[in-house]
Structures are given as structure tokens and as C-alpha cells.
């Protein structure tokens, strides 16, 4: 079986909207874990709305669940990880360190937009590459003007950003374009990771695996892996990854196979 590896899921008990206790937040591991998950970001949001989430809140915190799992012989490995809300101020608190790096590696930066609005990530993404950090841009498919653009995402793509993609949205897409638009994405070679967004046990809960199994029926599974699996956990564990270069739309040898 796929070791699957959940690039964005909220597990720090108590510290943003995610799960309020640590019995649900070793509930959700052990739900990642029935999905076929052994990776996951022990995450909690960065920004205005939660002034005490510091980068050293969410590694004590990452620490203690860690402890519990092993305690409990969970066999889940977490990381700790922000997820960075966009903002003015984001380069000036990188360079602080008040941001976690995904696995606290200082390699990888997770961000998502501010509330309602879509920003140009390039000049960060160049500041923050001089620094040999890249940016992962969080459940990329909420932003129609990156996903029905292929030339931007590309060009993002090219500027050493990676596209995370929620396993549910692949997994039950919303509307027949916003699939289309998803499998164009898949099929260009411009999602690279997947994560759950989990955020509890009754609502937003950790799946992986339907995601998984859908879009191994877009990219075939050996791809399909890399994406929901081994890049994730590279990056998780702060080692290299090799990630190929996007494919121009259109011109992919899955659109020439199939004339998608
Ligand atoms: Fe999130």
C-alpha cells in the first residue's frame, strides 16, 4: 500500500480552528493513518487572527503530539508546519523567525491568500528563493485566477513555487469546469502535493485516499504517488526533491495520448 503523506492538515490541539482537544486531534491521526497516511503537518494557522500562534508555540506544541502518538504506537509521523496567511509583513517575519517552515526545516514556506483576495506571490517568492526557501501555495484550487490560467501558474511554477491540492477537491469537484480545470493542472504536471485540509473529526475531516485513488485515474498511480506520497514526505522529512518541470497546456504527452 501507498505510504500517503497529508501536506496540510490542522492537528495542534487548541490553537486555531482546527481540533480543540488533543483525544480529537489523536483522533484525526488515527483517521490519516486508516487512510494510508504515515506523514502529516502537525499545522496551525499564521496570522492576524491568531497573534499567539509563534513559531515556537506550534514546535511545542508539533513536540507534544509527537509524544503522544508515540506513547500511543500511532504509526503517524508530524511536522510542524504554519500556514502562512499572506501579507505585507510576510518577508519582514520570515526573516524574525516568527514563521514555521514546513517541517521546521527553513526550507519551504506554506502560504495561502488573505481572506477574499488574490496577490501576486512572485516578488516573495524571489526574495525568499535568495534565501533558499521556496513557497507552497495551500489548497491552490480555491484560486480560479491561478487555476484557469495556466501560463500563471507556470510561471510560478518556474519562480520554485510547488501547488498544493486538497484531496477533496479531486475527489468530488464541485462542477464539471472546475474538474476540467483540476485534470488540466494534474495533466500539465503542475500539482505537486496533496493534503487533506482536516480540521476535526465531524466536519473537515482528514481524507486522503479518495483524492488519491481519483487522481491516479487522471495521471496514472506511479505519478499519482509521487504527488500524494513521496514528495510530501521528502519535503516533511527536510530532504531534497526533484520535481520535473510543468509541461506547456495542451502539449503534454497525456493530451497528445488521449486529446485531452
Ligand atoms: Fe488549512
Redesign the pocket.
Known amino acids: 500500500m501507498t505510504s500517503l503523506a497529508d501536506t ?3 492537528l495542534l490541539a487548541g490553537l486555531d480552528d ?1 481540533p480543540p482537544t488533543m483525544d480529537v486531534a489523536v483522533a484525526m491521526c488515527r483517521m490519516l493513518v486508516t487512510e494510508g497516511a504515515r506523514h502529516a503537518t502537525a ?1 496551525a ?1 499564521q496570522n492576524r487572527n491568531y497573534p499567539y500562534n509563534t513559531a515556537d508555540r506550534l514546535r511545542s506544541s508539533a513536540a507534544a503530539l509527537a509524544a503522544v502518538l508515540s506513547e500511543r504506537k500511532i504509526p503517524l509521523s508530524v511536522y510542524p508546519t504554519g ?1 502562512v496567511m499572506l501579507s505585507n509583513t510576510t518577508l519582514d517575519e520570515w526573516r524574525a523567525g516568527t514563521l514555521m517552515s514546513v517541517g521546521d526545516h527553513k526550507q519551504w514556506l506554506l502560504v ?1 491568500m488573505p481572506h477574499g483576495a488574490f496577490v501576486d506571490v512572485l516578488p516573495l517568492a524571489d526574495a525568499l528563493r535568495s534565501e533558499g526557501v521556496g513557497l507552497i501555495i ?2 491552490a484550487e480555491r484560486y480560479a485566477e491561478l487555476l484557469d490560467d495556466p501560463a500563471l501558474t507556470q510561471s510560478w511554477v518556474e519562480a520554485g513555487c510547488l501547488i498544493q491540492v486538497t484531496a477533496r477537491a479531486i475527489a468530488e469537484p464541485w462542477a464539471p469546469e472546475f474538474e476540467a480545470a483540476l485534470k488540466r493542472w494534474a495533466r500539465d504536471g503542475c500539482i505537486h502535493l496533496l ?1 487533506s ?1 482536516g ?1 476535526g473529526i465531524e466536519r473537515r475531516r482528514p481524507k486522503m485516499a479518495a483524492g488519491f485513488a481519483r487522481l491516479a485515474k487522471w495521471v496514472g498511480r506511479k505519478h499519482a504517488t509521487r504527488i500524494a506520497g513521496t514528495w510530501g514526505a521528502a519535503i516533511l522529512r527536510g530532504e531534497p526533491v526533484q520535481i520535473p518541470a510543468p509541461r506547456p497546456s495542451g502539449r503534454s504527452w497525456f493530451s497528445r495520448m488521449f486529446g485531452a
Do not use: M, R
Open positions: 496540510h492538515v490542522h482546527g499545522l494557522h500556514e495561502e495551500a489548497h493534503g485540509d480540521h
